[in-house]
C-alpha cells in the first residue's frame, strides 16, 4: 500500500519522501514502484518521460527527522499498534503543529494513536482502497478529537488535488470497506469448507454474476492473506461476535506462508509481476 501510494502522489505532481524500515526495502520499494511504471508503459498508458518524471518526485529518506518540512504525513505501516504509536509519537517531535499526521490503519484506534501526541486534533485516518491506482476511493476517518479544520483540508486534498472520492467515516474497527469485504471474504472461505464449489468457480460466480474485478479468492491473495487474517482477528476482538472469527483455512494457509501475491501462491499462483499464473 505504501509503495501504492508513493506511486500514486507522484503521479500527481507531488514531491513524495518515502521512508522506509532499512535502506534494503526501500531500495525494493523503489524497484517495485519503477516496475509499476514499466508496466503501464508497455500496455501505452505512460511514456518514458513521464515515468522519469514520476520516479524524480520520490525522495527515499532514511530518518523520520527528515519528514520536518512536508506538508502532510501518511503512514502506511502493517497493522502494530505499539509501533504505529511509536511513529506518531517521533512524528508529533518533528513535525510542526499545523501538519496533519494521517494513517492508512484500517482496523485501529484513530483515538489511540493521537493519544500520544500532543496535538491530537491533527491526527485523522486516510484509508486507501486497494489498488490505489485504480481505486477512486479514500475513506477519511475521523478519529475523537479530528478538528473539523484537518478533515476539511483532509477532504479538500483528496478530492481537489489527488482527485479522489472522499468518505467521511467515524471511527470503528473496520471502517466501511475493510469491514464489509472481511467478512464477504470469510463467507466465501466458509463455503469452501464446506465444499459448496471449488474457490475458482466461487470466485468465477462472484466475477461474472456480480460484475466484480475480482472474486473473494483473488482478492484476498492480492490484499495479502496474512492482511486479512490480522484485521479479522482485531475485528472479532472489538466487537466480539461469531461472524468475524477467522476461517481455519485462512490461519493455515498464513500458517503455512501462502500469503497470495507477494509470496507467489495462496489460493491461486502469480508470477513475478502479480499475475495469476
Request: charged share 25%.
Amino acid at each position: 500500500m505504501g509503495q501504492g501510494i508513493c506511486e500514486m502522489l507522484a503521479s500527481n505532481g507531488l514531491d513524495v519522501y518515502m521512508i522506509e524500515q532499512d535502506s534494503e526495502r526501500l531500495q525494493h520499494a523503489i524497484s517495485m514502484i519503477e516496475q509499476s511504471l514499466d508496466k503501464q508503459m508497455e500496455r501505452w498508458a505512460l511514456t518514458s518521460a513521464e515515468k522519469k518524471l514520476v520516479l524524480n518526485r520520490i525522495h527515499p529518506m532514511k530518518q523520520l527527522s527528515e519528514l520536518a518540512d512536508c506538508e502532510l504525513v501518511i503512514e502506511t505501516i502493517t497493522e502494530d499498534l505499539d509501533r504505529k504509536l511509536d511513529i506518531f509519537k517521533q512524528l508529533d517531535q518533528i513535525c510542526a503543529p499545523h501538519v496533519i499526521l494521517a494513517s492508512n490503519t484500517s482496523t485501529l484506534s484513530l483515538t489511540e494513536l493521537a493519544s500520544v501526541t500532543s496535538h491530537p486534533e491533527r491526527v485523522i485516518g486516510m484509508h486507501f482502497v486497494y489498488p490505489v491506482s485504480k481505486a477512486d476511493l479514500v475513506e477519511i476517518v475521523r478519529g475523537l478529537k479530528t478538528s473539523d479544520d484537518t478533515f476539511g483540508k483532509t477532504r479538500h486534498f483528496i478530492e481537489e488535488t489527488i482527485h479522489k472520492k472522499g468518505v467521511m467515516v467515524f471511527e470503528s474497527p473496520g471502517f466501511v470497506t475493510t469491514r464489509l469485504i472481511c467478512l464477504f471474504i470469510n463467507e466465501a472461505l466458509h463455503v469452501l469448507e464446506e465444499g459448496v464449489a471449488s474457490a475458482d468457480d466461487i470466485d468465477s460466480a462472484m466475477r461474472i454474476g456480480y460484475a466484480f474485478q475480482h472474486g473473494p479468492f483473488e482478492m484476498a491473495d492480492r490484499f495479502g492473506l496474512d492482511a486479512v487474517l490480522a484485521a479479522l482477528e482485531r475485528m472479532f476482538r472489538e466487537y466480539g461476535e461469531l461472524k468475524y472469527r477467522p476461517s481455519f483455512i485462512l490461519k493455515k494457509m498464513v500458517r503455512g506462508g501462502q500469503l497470495g501475491v507477494k509470496s507467489g501462491a495462496g489460493f491461486f499462483n502469480y508470477d513475478k509481476d502479480g499475475e495469476r499464473i
